[in-house]
């Protein structure tokens, strides 16, 4: 506190910055990657029309950040405040590719019989407002994000976030890392080791930095001595567009038209939007203990700006803090990572050079930044939660390897040409459709599951019960456990709710076995705190 001039740029903003955007980066190509490699969906409409504004989130919210890093120091009169970071949320980006715009792309070719442009564009209308939605409500929970975390169960909030990281943000990635393993083991090891190990590299090089230098010159090397495997992607061959204009028709509000249609997927979009609501109160938390002391409404309220910018410009993922902000301020990060990060992502996106970082950065070089992602939030998910919940963390995984084991089967038998129906063992059948129900809304099913068996840990039976019975009334609705492939909505007296039937009686039930357990408890328990960890 000797001299409170704001020194805002230091060295450390170096290594901070490659950090923070080479995440960002890995996230936009990631959206693109999985979309078109996942559901054909065309790669060069998501590069111009929902990159740039997906970058416009990341340019305001990093923006706000640097000004209100200024508006601290002052504050406290201290020189060495550290931005807090901001970026594309990993979770939802996963939620919003395989559970919003694959679906709502495949959904407009096979329902509507649109064609491939006009069923991408539907897509992006229905992520459009998604995001717009996600903003809004970050609105709404900023002047209360302290009594939403009260509200939400840690360890159901965190369990969904521990599953999705472990399935979708490790697993599914590493796929594609070991598509190419004599690059893809080299880059992991290098994260791992650095950013996990914390074993530094010499010259203090980032890791992200380190693993994309030396697994990408490990690619192109053997690229250029022919390797097999290792040649040109034919999902690189997307046109360079500089300052591409698709996504200024955001802002000629077409996408308004979609509102009945974006709203059956709301039951998906707004857990990941609460994930990131708590997520970023958590950052806050991080943020105060590594001696940066903000207000967590303003924290709230900045993230929720810059995800209704981006959908608003035709973006896709919504932003939030990264938990990392200890990390960047041990670096020696200030002010000025977060201003270069603003300005290379927002520019990427709307100047068109982004295409280049799409078509040179090999995937296998730059996935094993997710893989570090993941198992960040699984090890938070857990450190977070008190030991006698750990349980209901590993439990929220169980439906989310439902969908996993779901995932490939499902691609299949999306083929016209297979069908369950047509599988010739009636139980290999029934173990199919039970996966399929099991896996769809796997999302929310995690966070109700966790939630109810926390609060039985805590002899909570009134609040458990209470759960199981919104899982019995979302069940007659297809919220979750939907039998029909897509999870699309239903009412509870059509023919879809009837195959669900007794999965909601069997959640009835169950809320009525433990209301009526409850009254069998002493009349006073010990309530354990929920911040203890047990030993």
């Not at 046109?239 to 509000?253: K, N, Q, S, V």
Request: charged share 10%.
């Amino acid at each position: 506190m000797s001299n409170h001039r704001y020194r805002w740029a230091a060295v450390g903003d170096i290594n901070a910055f490659f950090g923070l955007m080479l995440d960002n980066v890995a996230g936009l190509i990631l959206v693109v990657s999985l979309l078109a490699g996942v559901f054909q969906f065309p790669a060069e409409f998501a590069v111009q029309a929902m990159v740039p504004g997906t970058a416009i989130g990341v340019f305001v919210g990093d923006l706000m950040f640097f000004g209100l890093a200024f508006w601290l120091a002052k504050r406290t009169r201290r020189s060495d405040v550290t931005a807090m970071p901001l970026g594309l949320d990993t979770p939802s980006t996963f939620g919003m590719v395989f559970f919003v715009l694959g679906p709502a792309f495949l959904d407009a070719k096979m329902r509507l019989g649109l064609d491939e442009m006009e069923a991408a564009r539907f897509a992006w209308h229905i992520g459009i407002w998604a995001i717009v939605m996600s903003g809004l409500f970050k609105v709404v929970c900023s002047p209360v994000s302290g009594w939403i975390r009260r509200s939400v169960p840690r360890a159901g909030l965190l369990g969904s976030l521990a599953a999705i990281a472990l399935v979708l943000i490790s697993f599914l990635p590493l796929l594609d890392i070991l598509k190419t393993p004599l690059v893809g083991l080299v880059s992991l090891a290098i994260v791992l080791t650095s950013l996990i190990g914390r074993v530094p590299l010499p010259f203090r090089v980032p890791g992200t930095l380190g693993a994309l230098v030396v697994a990408g010159g490990m690619y192109y090397l053997l690229r250029a001595f022919g390797v097999e495997g290792y040649a040109a992607s034919s999902t690189h061959s997307i046109t360079p567009t500089m300052f591409p204009t698709m996504w200024l028709e955001a802002f000629e509000f077409q996408w308004v038209d979609r509102f009945s249609e974006a709203m059956k997927y709301m039951p998906i979009v707004l857990p990941f939007a609460i994930g990131t609501v708590v997520g970023g109160i958590d950052c806050t938390e991080s943020a105060a203990a590594a001696g940066d002391e903000y207000p967590t409404g303003t924290v709230i309220f900045v993230e929720a700006i810059a995800t209704l910018a981006a959908g608003l410009c035709g973006g896709v993922v919504q932003t939030t803090p990264y938990i990392g902000h200890p990390a960047y301020k041990q670096m020696g990060g200030r002010g000025a990572y977060t201003l270069a990060t603003a300005l290379l992502i927002g520019t990427a996106g709307v100047g068109g050079y982004f295409v280049y970082f799409y078509q040179i950065i090999p995937e296998a070089a730059v996935f094993p930044i997710l893989i570090f992602v993941g198992l960040e939030i699984t090890a938070q998910s857990f450190s977070a939660t008190p030991t006698r919940h750990y349980a209901a963390v590993a439990l929220a995984c169980v439906p989310a390897l439902a969908f996993l084991a779901n995932s490939f089967p499902s691609q299949i038998f999306g083929d016209p040409a297979y069908s369950i129906e047509g599988l010739g063992d009636p139980g290999l059948r029934d173990k199919l459709q039970t996966l399929l129900i099991l896996s769809n809304g796997f999302i929310l099913t995690s966070l109700l599951w966790a939630s109810a068996l926390a609060s039985i840990i805590d002899q909570g039976l009134r609040r458990a019960a209470t759960l199981f019975l919104i899982c019995g009334g979302l069940t007659l609705f297809g919220v979750i456990h939907s039998p029909v492939p897509g999870s699309p909505l239903f009412w509870p007296w059509s023919s879809e709710a009837a195959m669900v039937r007794e999965y909601a009686l069997g959640y009835a039930v169950t809320g009525l076995l433990l209301f009526g357990w409850s009254f069998c408890l002493p009349a006073v328990l010990p309530t354990p705190s929920h911040s203890e960890h047990d030993a």
